[in-house]
């Protein structure tokens, strides 16, 4: 079995257990309620089972098998993912939000739409329904949205989606389980966070991002407001709206998605140009969503060289001389700034996988955090 057929096997069990409404055992039929019927849950489930996985079939391919493997790797995935789009979009049921759902508060809000936490009026069972217009959204995007959801819920820190999707008159709605806030809500201005907990951050996303990678899907809005937490300590967090989410070589027109996290080779974009999605471009705003956390505000407004902040970092990069190191960057130890420089490697070819972080974990990455340890270990 390959790697994370297993967890996607689970996730075909787990949506049986879910309280179903209406459903016929083994039938096709979905109840005009909102819950997707045993078997469509399943059958979702299979298709995204036989996603390829990246890092397992690199084992057995040799140098020039290396862009057959890519190609075939990215079809196979779109076609899976078409498939689920059109099983999904047949058996979506219309109903009146109200009939079946207590609305019980607003959880959050984006560009596309809304979260709210409601109460499914039969079952009791609470969940945070997201609320796309349909005057705004595309049923299509929708549908990507929620499949793409769907089949990446099986890992600990990405957001579990639940088999309930449906329409009503204005919005595409679908559900997932419930966050306490983003990680948006916990930064401290100008401060950041504590050391221990940026890494605790650092370490779980980069295994959410290396899950997706692995499957070929770039997220391409890793951001504050898309981390969703579940203890204030950041124990537990979550990555969460695949909105902008598409499978590697699509491509993508200048600024879609939030600027500050946007890498050079997309700021750089011309307007009638386009860029091939790669997971390089969730690299480098995971990396800027570390220096964000840490700090409690971003490293440069825009990655173009008429951004003075950002234009002092291509210096240091270029010359690599640590003399040239900006401010704002001193604050961190050598070996966080090692992390950093390969997380923002200029040139997108170079930059880290995700998980790499992971070999700084047990360094200290701010420096006060050193002074920190050391008063620590005086008292
Ligand atoms: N499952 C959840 N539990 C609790 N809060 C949530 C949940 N999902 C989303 N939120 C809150 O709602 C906000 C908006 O959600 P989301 O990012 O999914 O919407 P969006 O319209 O796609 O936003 P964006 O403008 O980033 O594209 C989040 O930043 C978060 O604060």
Redesign the pocket.
């Given at each position: 079995m390959e790697a994370g057929t297993a967890d996607f096997a689970r996730e075909a069990e787990s949506s049986q257990t879910f309280p179903l409404a209406g459903a016929t055992a083994g039938g096709n039929e979905v109840s005009p309620g909102s819950h997707l019927d045993v078997q469509m849950s399943m059958q979702l489930s299979v298709l995204a089972c036989r996603s390829v996985d990246k890092t397992n079939l690199s084992k057995y391919k040799t140098p020039s098998q290396d862009q057959n493997i890519d190609e075939m790797d990215e079809n196979e995935n779109e076609e899976i993912l078409k498939g689920m789009m059109n099983l999904m979009s047949r058996r979506m049921p219309y109903i009146k939000l109200k009939d079946q759902y207590n609305v019980l508060k607003r959880?959050?809000?984006?560009?596309?739409?809304?979260?709210v936490l409601a109460e499914h009026k039969l079952q009791g069972k609470v969940m945070?329904l997201?609320l796309?217009k349909k005057k705004t959204t595309k049923k299509e995007n929708f549908l990507m949205e929620y499949c793409v959801s769907l089949c990446l819920s099986s890992h600990p820190n990405i957001?579990k989606t639940l088999p309930v999707a449906f329409e009503t008159d204005r919005y595409f709605l679908f559900a997932?389980?419930?966050?306490?806030?983003?990680l948006?809500?916990i930064i401290v201005p100008q401060d950041g966070l504590p050391d221990i907990i940026v890494k605790r951050c650092a370490m779980q996303l980069a295994e959410a991002l290396d899950f997706m990678h692995s499957k070929a899907l770039v997220h391409r809005?890793v951001?504050l407001?898309?981390i969703?937490i579940f203890d204030q300590d950041c124990h537990h967090i979550k990555l969460?709206?695949f909105?902008?989410t598409r499978l590697e070589g699509f491509h993508i027109s200048p600024l879609k998605g939030t600027v500050p996290y946007s890498p050079p080779e997309l700021c750089t974009l011309e307007e009638t140009d386009t860029l091939e999605l790669d997971s390089s471009l969730d690299i480098w705003a995971f990396g800027i969503l570390l220096f964000c956390i840490s700090t409690g505000y971003f490293p440069w407004e825009t990655a173009i060289c008429q951004d003075s902040d950002y234009e002092k970092f291509v210096v240091w990069q270029t010359t690599g001389n640590y003399q040239k190191i900006p401010s704002e960057w001193k604050q961190f130890t050598w070996r966080a700034l090692d992390m950093f420089q390969k997380l923002l490697a200029i040139n997108a070819m170079t930059r880290s996988p995700a998980i790499e972080v992971q070999k700084y974990l047990s360094d200290p990455w701010k420096i006060n955090s050193l002074k920190d340890n050391s008063n620590l270990q005086d008292n």
């Open positions: 959880l959050g809000s984006g560009t596309y739409g809304s979260v945070a997201k796309m957001i997932q389980e419930q966050a306490i806030g983003d948006h809500s809005d951001k407001d898309n969703l969460a709206d909105g902008l």
